[in-house]
């Protein structure tokens, strides 16, 4: 029997840590929502953000402007010593302009985790920020949410690396989820195989006697069926309906199956014929508190 797992109930223990994190605080936390454009899944989103915070006690203040608007506002909540953290909703460009704008916010404000700073400290395995090993680095919130989702289901180990010695298989390679969270997860000990439209990589994790060296990447020439054999978990974030789903059939029997994107990846038979051990359809709820519980660290970090 498969079991579906509600990432709102996961997202329920954390909202508890947040809310005593946010009574110790040494000051109320404010965020601002940057939206710019009229693409739907981002209006869903921020309404999602601004509901959760506003049951926290958070002020959330979400700012809606033309898509020519986004680099002045990004400026205006960069200089604004009032607000600890910056949400802009994304895609506003669809273009490399994006990509720009990612880089124009303060990493300080950066609760998203995606400026190139802590793409680098992902990257590169460096999970904190000073040398006394003090202050964590930020990472970026879907990813967060999905490696805690797979460690919620069970998937991780008690000792050791977390990962050691699982194989998982990601669908998607983009900078904002796909590679990060491929890299979180070879860092932990997983061996990844990345599927996109340019075909798979292979992401191996550092040796066991180097934990904080670097994972490391290779072509390779597996393919999606023997990936999917090979996995314990399959993760899935697909931009369109006409990508392949994956069927119950391919799968290894046990499998953790999440699915992050608005378009569903998965047949009905993973769930109908119980191969799957787990199915995750959605991480939304999970994401939002990934992104606040980043706030609170930047908050704690800009004030110490």
């Known amino acids: 029997m498969t079991v579906t797992i509600d990432p709102a109930t996961v997202a329920q223990r954390f909202r508890e840590e947040i809310r005593a994190q946010l009574q110790a605080a040494r000051e109320p936390l404010h965020l601002v929502g940057i939206l710019a454009g009229d693409h739907a899944p981002s209006l869903t989103y921020a ?90 680095a930020i990472l970026p919130c879907t990813p967060l949410a999905i490696v805690k989702l797979v460690e919620a289901a069970g998937f991780f180990h008690k000792t050791g690396r977390p990962l050691e010695g699982r194989t998982v298989t990601v669908f ?45 990447l290779a072509e390779t020439e597996i393919t999606r069926a023997e990936a999917l054999a090979a996995s314990d978990i399959v993760i899935t ?37 119980g191969k799957a051990a787990c199915f995750i359809p959605r991480v939304g709820p999970m994401t939002v508190l990934m992104v606040i519980r980043n706030a609170l660290r930047l908050q704690q970090q800009n004030a110490g």
Not at 65 to 90: C, F, K, Q, T, W
Not at 184 to 208: E, R, T
Not at 247 to 257: D, F, I, K, S, T
């Open 172 to 216: 998607n390679r983009s900078e904002v989820v796909g590679r990060p969270l491929a890299s979180m997860l070879a860092h932990d000990g997983a061996n990844v195989y990345s599927f996109d439209v340019d075909g798979p990589l292979h992401f191996q994790p550092p040796p066991q006697h180097e934990p904080d060296a670097a994972h490391s």
């Open 237 to 273: 974030g697909v931009p369109s309906k006409s990508f392949e789903l994956v069927r119950a059939a391919e799968l290894r029997p046990g499998a953790l199956c999440i699915n992050f994107s608005t378009y569903k990846n998965f047949s009905d038979d993973v769930v109908s014929e």
């Open 47 to 136: 309404l999602y953000a601004q509901r959760a915070c506003s049951e926290l006690g958070i002020g959330f203040e979400l700012r809606r402007y033309p898509r020519l608007g986004a680099e002045n506002a990004i400026r205006s909540a960069n200089a604004d010593a009032e607000v600890h953290g910056i949400i802009v909703y994304y895609p506003i460009f669809g273009t490399e302009q994006d990509v720009y704008l990612r880089e124009l916010v303060d990493p300080g404000k950066d609760i998203e985790g995606l400026h190139s700073k802590w793409a680098r400290h992902l990257y590169e395995n460096r999970r904190f920020v000073d040398a006394d090993k003090t202050r964590k």
